[in-house]
């Protein structure tokens, strides 16, 4: 999937004018990565971080995919988002 990062403070309507030239925004916490938001997330309201799927695995083993499911998972590459799919 193609994605950017926005931050969890952003607004709706900027995550809505960057997801018009990707497919997902990696949403960004203070210092961690806190959730996933698509075009399926902007009608929640709020912010980017009350708006975001939370249910993701960063950098997870395939014990840890089988077990939890996530919707998405992140991949990084020292501590920088490199790769973003769809869960199992």
């Known amino acids: 999937m193609e994605f950017s990062t926005i931050g969890f403070e ?29 075009i399926e997330h902007l009608n ?5 971080g009350t708006a975001c799927e939370l249910d993701i695995l960063v950098d997870p083993t395939p014990q ?10 992140v991949t990084t590459d020292n501590g920088e988002p490199a790769l973003l799919s769809r869960g199992p």
């Open 64 to 73: 840890q995919n089988k077990k939890w499911r996530p919707k998405f998972i």
């Open 10 to 38: 952003d607004s709706i309507d900027e995550a809505k004018v960057r997801l018009e030239s990707v497919d997902a925004l990696i949403v960004w916490g203070k210092e961690n990565i806190l959730g996933v938001l698509t």
């Open 44 to 48: 929640m309201g709020g912010n980017c």
